[in-house]
């Protein structure tokens, strides 16, 4: 049976690797420092957790893959995600023996719950650090100089952590957790710069494919492209996706695949023997009256005024 341990607090976490907790809503771990008898297959957490891997560790599992963790290594999870190693065939054996010996491990987490952030800045903007819904093949890659960045925002929050909790602690802790994401942003801005090449082979294809999804049936059985979708096709989330999108295009992808929509729509309407409701039906639209909607504040006319002018 597949192991697998729910970690619903910090406490919880912090038990696992035998690390006194400092303070119960957030914690900094050294792994080298920690110790634990028996690692799990999957591990599901409920606070967000950064993870920084000094080291390859082996086949880490996100959904129905896994991936192979290079040196200086940043791993983000958001509450109720699931991530975890995984055992191949023919371990099995060795990951018993290990579970009778302490496990030396290498690297760094910082855990926060959301508890914690309630009421801060930090706490209305959490959805903008769109990489804690990343998939875990969209890791942040870091360079030394960043490391070192990273292992001062790190060290700020422990001790914080360690002093008697006054007035200042949480502005401070949470200001400096704040710091360390800001600066991830900038790190996930140089990742997407030094993919450009890569990237520039996905927005390609993802205009092909939005092509190819208007000439199909799709737009009749499945419905209006979604973001969700083409990302699906390149298996990446639809956070990163939609960032890596944005980067290239200064578009989102939503806004990307509407200006498709409405340049196919455009040349439909020419087709006078078909009415605004069938066009609107066959790009995928369930109601007519939303196409028109949406036609009308992206083009400044109705599809009945724009195809009268024209």
């Known amino acids: 049976m597949e192991n697998i341990i729910k970690f619903d607090s910090i406490c919880e976490y912090n038990r696992h690797y035998n690390i006194k907790t400092e303070h119960p809503l957030v914690t900094v771990i050294d792994f080298s420092e920690a110790s634990v008898h028996k690692s799990p297959s999957k591990m599901n957490f409920g606070f967000y957790l950064v993870m920084l891997k000094d080291v390859k560790c082996g086949d880490m599992h996100y959904g129905k893959h896994y991936y192979d963790y290079q040196e200086g290594t940043l791993v983000f999870l958001a509450p109720g ?4 190693k995984v055992v191949k065939e023919g371990e099995q054996k060795k990951e018993e023996v290990k579970d009778n ?62 002093q008697t909790i006054d007035k200042h602690s949480k ?10 994401l800001n600066y991830c942003l900038r790190f996930y801005d140089r990742q997407f710069i030094t993919r450009d090449h890569q990237n520039q082979g996905v927005l390609n294809r993802f205009e092909s494919l939005l ?10 059985t499945i419905g209006l492209p979604s973001v969700g979708y083409f990302a699906s096709e390149f298996n990446l989330s639809s956070n ?15 806004e990307y695949i ?22 609107a039906y066959e790009l995928g639209f369930k109601y007519p009256q939303h196409f028109t909607r949406l036609f009308k504040q992206r083009v400044g006319h109705s599809p009945n005024d724009y195809r009268m002018l024209n």
């Open 81 to 84: 995600q699931i991530a975890g």
């Open 240 to 254: 990163y996706f939609g960032d890596l999108v944005k980067k290239e295009t200064g578009k989102s992808a939503q």
């Open 258 to 279: 509407q200006t498709k929509l409405i340049d196919v729509a455009k040349e439909r309407i020419f087709d006078t023997t078909k009415s605004v409701s069938q066009i």
């Open 171 to 180: 502005t401070l802790i949470v200001s400096t957790i704040e710091l360390f």
């Open 211 to 220: 092509n190819d999804y208007f000439t199909s049936d799709n737009p009749k």
């Open 101 to 162: 010996k302490k496990i030396k491990l290498k690297g760094y987490a910082l855990a926060f719950h959301p508890d914690f952030i309630k009421g801060t800045s930090l706490g209305r903007n959490i959805n903008n650090y769109t990489f804690f819904s990343y998939k875990v093949n969209e890791a942040l890659h870091i360079s030394d100089q960043e490391r070192e960045i990273i292992l001062d925002c790190f060290s700020k929050i422990k001790f914080e952590i360690k």
